[in-house]
């Protein structure tokens, strides 16, 4: 009798912080097997979001694996897959209701991935996945940005800038002629975001309204908020244009006044990545639509990499490590770990 193949995986028990070496470890679980619309991907390179650390903190009934940004090959596929066959190369930020990236092989429904950019190695694909998808449908979705540069000019103040899902949106902002006025507080945070396209940097530690007016733009018709809900609301409120639009990604602490933005008909709009797969929306294959059209803005020059740093090989203790710099707040672009 045959045993079923297994795979290396790096497991989370139950709610523990980044500072227990007990919060990850090395194991070994069976290898899935594709079903339905899956493809098996063997994993190449992962990256670390913030969801990787929220759920690492949550309790939880059995051991899990988390990750949900990666980049791999295709190695075996599901009765029902269309657009994908073994040997093709692809990038995918997952479905957080299902086991994630840290592990050799990871099953993945196909309307959520898409081609990598032959471009880039595995390493530098992995960076992008999960930020892309959350700044395109943050920009170009939730504000309605237009693609065909009717909006260009216009103002957007992105807070939180430097991180991850900034170091893509001011990319993504800018093809679109946006001028962006990005927030950061260090010198290498704006360094970083002005090498990425920023037109104005502003101190977040600082009032930002006379920041704004000093640039001329006491009200900005677009602001994305990248961070903490909470924090910049009432700044939020004053600096936004009447009939202007505000999208956050960060769960909101307190009970925020919606009342701030009546007088402006501003609108708020929360953008989490993860929606269409969770709820399986009828139009979940935008993920794979999104990633194929960013892959060839990759390709043809017009986007690049955000990875900054990279830790090999995928183990607990680099996944831990990548953990604790994500939670210390400071973190340029992305971490990404590579190779088993």
């Avoid at 090498?195 to 733009?217: N, S």
Wanted: hydrophobic share 45%; aromatic share 6%.
């Amino acid at each position: 009798m045959h045993s079923s193949p297994t795979m290396k995986a790096v497991v989370n028990p139950s709610g523990l912080p980044s500072s227990d070496p007990g919060c990850l470890l090395d194991t070994t679980l069976p290898r899935p097997e594709p079903a339905g619309r899956d493809v098996l991907i063997h994993i190449e390179a992962i990256s670390v979001n913030p969801v990787d650390t929220k759920i690492r903190n949550r309790p939880a009934n059995a051991p899990r694996v988390l990750g949900w940004d990666a980049a791999g090959t295709v190695v075996a596929i599901g009765p029902d897959v269309e657009f994908f066959k073994p040997g093709d190369t692809v990038w995918h930020a997952g479905d957080v209701t299902r086991p994630g990236c840290n592990s050799e092989y990871q099953l993945v429904d196909e309307r959520i991935v898409g081609r990598k950019p032959r471009t880039l190695t595995f390493t530098e694909a992995a960076a992008l996945p999960l930020t892309t998808l959350t700044a395109w449908v943050s920009l170009f979705e939730r504000l309605g940005v237009a693609r065909d540069g009717s909006d260009a000019g216009k103002a957007l103040l992105m807070i939180g800038a430097p991180g991850g899902v900034g170091s893509i949106a001011i990319q993504l902002a800018k093809l679109a002629g946006l001028t962006v006025i990005a927030t950061a507080s260090r010198p290498a945070s704006a360094e970083w975001v002005r090498e990425l396209g920023a037109d104005h940097v502003v101190d977040p530690k600082q009032p930002l309204a006379p920041q704004l007016e000093a640039l001329g733009c006491k009200e900005v018709p677009f602001i994305a908020n990248w961070v903490n809900t909470d924090a910049y609301w009432e700044t939020m409120a004053a600096a936004v244009a009447p009939l202007g639009k505000v999208v956050c990604i960060v769960s909101n602490v307190a009970n925020l006044n919606l009342d701030l933005l009546k007088s402006k008909s501003a609108v708020f709009a929360w953008e989490f990545m993860f929606t269409r797969p969770m709820y399986r929306t009828p139009d979940m294959v935008r993920h794979h639509e999104i990633l194929n059209e960013v892959a060839g803005l990759v390709d043809s020059g017009k986007l690049r990499t955000t990875l900054r740093q990279t830790l090999a090989p995928i183990n607990a203790a680099n996944l831990r490590q990548a953990h604790l710099q994500l939670e210390s707040g400071t973190t340029l672009g992305k971490v990404v770990l590579a190779g088993w």
